[in-house]
């Protein structure tokens, strides 16, 4: 009679943990859903060719009206934010995803002049410029 000695190896992902994962998910729902709109809108940061910072946001859905732009120099902030006023009707025939958001950014270097930024909106795109502070410009002087 020989005595097999059998050890227990649990799957890397065994019944209990999947179960944990699908019952988190729909007990918790709410968690779930912040995380996973937490970066709306999508916004793309970036230094064109004359130093100016871009911001770009994909707004689909929404009109000109509904979105606001706030400058704030003595916080060196920008605030974006929406506020879409749907309809009842509107709302059950149009299936395009509008939240309400506000987004702030913060110039903490001081590098950017807030004060000549400009915003323009076009087929769902807005666009925030702000260029670079005069005074951080690169000066060439003459050497003597």
């Given at each position: 009679m020989s005595t097999a000695l059998t050890t227990f190896r649990p799957g890397?992902?065994?019944r209990n943990v999947i179960d944990e994962i699908v019952d988190s998910f729909f007990v918790d729902f709410p968690r779930h859903l912040?995380?996973?709109t937490?970066?709306?809108p999508v916004a793309d940061i970036y230094r064109d060719d004359n130093?100016?910072?871009v911001m770009e946001f994909a707004l689909a859905g929404?009109?000109?009206d509904d979105l606001s732009v706030d400058i704030r120099p003595d916080k060196r902030s920008i605030t974006v934010s929406a506020?879409?006023?749907?309809?009842?009707d509107t709302q059950n025939s149009r299936r395009i995803a509008r939240r309400n958001f506000t987004k702030t950014y913060v110039n903490y270097d001081n590098n950017l002049d807030l004060s000549e930024a400009h915003a323009?909106?076009?087929n769902g795109l807005l666009t925030v410029t702000v260029p670079p502070r005069t005074e951080l410009q690169p000066v060439r002087i003459?050497?003597?």
């Open positions: 890397l992902l065994g912040k995380q996973s937490r970066g709306y130093g100016s910072t929404f009109g000109k506020n879409s006023s749907v309809d009842e323009s909106f076009e003459a050497i003597s």
